[in-house]
């Protein structure tokens, strides 16, 4: 089958290709440029505004969705072809209470399910596009979703995903400290309990993957994600354990960001596992052995 990847150079996206080229797939990457992995596929760069009209996919994994206009381009390009888009857990409303929007009185149960109550505000990041970078201030998955929804399209809402190579560098200060053997690890008083579904790199590239591959999941939207979601003091305590770290974890006020941390992030993932019998196939304990592997050989990433 021939399978086109917007993205995929990066993060999970190698762990997505190297499958669908073990499969025995015809793999091409659409992408800026910017990071040349993985010879073995073909590579096309170009903006996402003006793609190519000689690519005829069978099969498409949009990695790199970002705003309505990024899916508008994908729906005009491939629109009736297999289409798998990813994205994520702030489309939430419980994300628009965590930010403290003030028309979020209460939070939402959680486990979310995939009908759960989405955000009212979009463009959840355009104030922070100074830190972030001005492409956040079109961001938004709600758009992203709206736009491609359909019959023949899978979208997978991810979670925190973790594991080596994270831009977002989720865990690795935890790690630093313990591998420097600092005594005290602090933890922000109101975020310890705070419960967001997070997901190992590889089991993400899986699922994404598998969901691709099954004809059952056109139409469907999935959670993606691990199915219990431990509190951000649980998974200190988890890595501290799997390090061997005996310092002290302590609780302090005010070093986290201004969030109200009632609203949790915590997404329920059964869906995806009983209609396609998706499991993860790298434990937690080997998930977090090895990033911390990982992160010890490469401390100065």
Not at 137 to 160: C, N, Q, S, W
Request: charged residues 30%; glycine residues 8%.
């Amino acid at each position: 089958m021939r399978v086109l990847l917007f993205g995929g150079t990066q993060f999970m996206g190698p762990h997505v290709v190297r499958q669908l080229l073990d499969l025995g797939h015809d793999v091409t990457l659409f992408h800026r440029g910017e990071h040349e992995a993985l010879p073995e596929a073909r590579h096309v760069h170009g903006d996402r505004a003006r793609i190519p009209h000689d690519l005829e996919p069978d099969l498409v994994i949009d990695m790199w969705c970002m705003t309505e206009a990024h899916a508008a381009a994908a729906k005009e390009r491939f629109g009736g072809v297999r289409t798998v888009v990813l994205s994520s857990g702030d489309v939430y409303r419980n994300y628009d209470g965590l930010q403290r929007r003030a028309y979020v009185r209460e939070p939402d149960p959680a486990p979310l399910a995939e009908d759960s109550p989405l955000r009212k505000e979009l463009y959840p990041y355009r104030d922070k596009a100074a830190q972030l970078g001005d492409w956040v201030r079109d961001y938004d998955k709600i758009l992203v979703e709206r736009m491609l929804a359909g019959p023949r399209t899978t979208i997978l809402r991810l979670p925190a995903v973790y594991g080596a190579n994270d831009a977002q560098r989720r865990f690795y200060d935890w790690i630093d400290a313990m591998r420097r053997g600092d005594g005290v690890i602090a933890i922000d008083a109101a975020m310890a309990n705070w419960c967001w579904t997070r997901g190992y790199a590889e089991n993400c590239a899986d699922a994404i993957v598998h969901a691709a591959l099954d004809e059952r999941a056109a139409g469907r939207t999935y959670n993606v994600g691990e199915i219990d979601a431990p509190s951000e003091e649980e998974w200190l305590r988890l890595l501290a354990r799997n390090a061997g770290w005996n310092g002290r974890i302590e609780r302090r006020a005010g070093i986290g960001p201004p969030f109200d941390f009632r609203f949790h992030l915590h997404t329920d993932t059964r869906r995806i596992r009983d209609e396609l019998g998706w499991r993860e196939h790298v434990t937690r304990a080997e998930a977090l052995a090895h990033l911390t592997a990982w992160r010890r050989a490469n401390a100065r990433s």
